[in-house]
């Protein structure tokens, strides 16, 4: 333990950021209240510059301190959030104060969870990765709410009704894009970065971001959560889990940040600069974690005949559907040298089955909505909306043609793809593209007369094929159930209910036009369903399986009649 001048002053200083992140969050959130009795703008200034003054001090009082690596990464991490908050200070001195309070809330958590009553908490969670992934998408659910129901949320100051921004909060952190109200014109400039924080926080995954600041503050992890992280994020266990974790966050920035670059160029013909980079970031984060969070009314029809936007959007998608360990598998198979370097079965298998539906939904749209939502198109403006609405399907959300208008054969071909959704370890929902490939394979299998599943030259597992049916025919039962339901207290017809009720479970986001008119509980049924579809049904049965002892009675063998 430190000791000394220095250790004090530091300890000082840190204790102060208690009564100050206190202070901010009353002047972000209650400001009718505030205004009413002071001068607002001097009251957020001067606690912007208290914010930035006080974390100028801690990060020189580390210094003097004698710090080890963990605390040298905090130090320059607290350089970054200082950087950005004085750039933001003289931007706006609201958002320096929401940047900071996120860096002194975070601390306070952290030290909640890991160091409060001897670590107890945080082995409590680490104890059961299913529960603490249920509850994390929960507790980041239940954050955002309330920020959202703040009148700085909203652009005419007004709070947000209670179910709207639980609505819109867990379809942001589920990364679903299904709205209740219009996002560019009821919420502030606040409420959307809101939005586009809990749209990164649930693309990149909780147990990731949380994994990886754990590991960052030098946290040892469990083997029970690392084998859980794996499945999380896509990888194997004889990956290093700090090197995929880091891989991670480096492959999100490289990708949003040259798909903002690519859209900026676009953007920047029609608005200012600023508005241009803000929109650029928004759409590129939002198209990466398949969201679909738009902050145009239409969504992206107004670009149905830019190239650029469409295939910036599109190729963001299925990066983001693709899976991280797909990514770098990938690239590591190109870069590297030596000739035996092979993609994985699973990389292999992803790649195969994505292009497949994609090639597949392209086509279907093209010959459904030819002479619909598509007529007066040119040829090549058919095949490229075709192509978006393909992509945008499989869990992303964003449309170039009227949903509401699609022919009933497209409603069929979109209800299939949303439900298959994106694959394991990406940014998407659904069941997954690997799941919906190994039946197809035991299908195969079967009219073939194989007692195997085999696929380029592999042996798949029969836990795998058992996990996938197991999956999907739970995932069948939990959607039909909510339509059941859905139908009984709305008054829209079953097409409308069914598309919409699947959108909300493969995290999709599409929608007919019935969301902002659905009832009370149609809204927190179709809530229900974005939070189940983006922990995934699997992982609700993992959390109650676990906490029950298993039998080691094994019975007789008998087979029965099937089909």
Known sequence: MDKGPYARFLKIT????????ILSFLVLFLEPIVAYYTDYKLVEGLTALANLVLLALVILGRLAVKSSQQKRRIIFIDLVMLVMGLMLFFYQAKFAVFVLLIRQSYFIITYIIFRAFEGRFYKLL?????????????AVIAIGTVLLMFPASSANGQVTPFVDALFTSTSATCVTGLIVVDTPNYFSVFGQVVILLLIQIGGLGIMTISTAFALILGQRL???????????VGGTPSLDLFQLLKS?????????????IVLYMSFIRVMEPLKAFWYSLFHAISAFCNAGFALYSDNMMAYAKNLNVNLAITLLIILGGLGFTVIIDMYQHVTNRRKHRHLSL?????LVTTASLLAGGMLAFYL?????????????????ASWFQSVTTRTAGFNTIDIGGLSSASILVSLL???IGASPGGTGGGVKTSTFAVLMLSITSLLQGKKDLSVFNRKIPLSNFRESASLITLSVLIVVSIIFVLMLIEPFPFEEIAFEAVSAFGTVGLSTGITSKLSVGGKLLITLLMYIGRIGPLTMIYALS????QSNIEFAEEKIAVG
């Not at 676990?546 to 002892?549: A, Q």
């Open 14 to 21: 840190e204790n102060l950021a208690y009564p100050l992140a």
């Open 126 to 138: 680490a104890s059961n990765p299913p529960v603490t992934l249920m509850f994390s998408f929960l």
């Open 222 to 232: 469990t083997l029970k959560l690392e084998n859980v992280m794996h499945s999380v």
């Open 248 to 260: 991670i966050v480096l492959v999100t920035l490289i990708i949003e940040i040259s798909g903002a």
């Open 346 to 350: 699973h990389t292999k298998l992803v």
């Open 368 to 384: 459904a909505e030819y002479h619909n939502t598509m007529r007066g198109f040119t040829i090549p403006m058919r095949a490229l």
């Open 417 to 419: 793809l949303m439900f």
């Open 546 to 549: 676990l906490s029950k002892r």
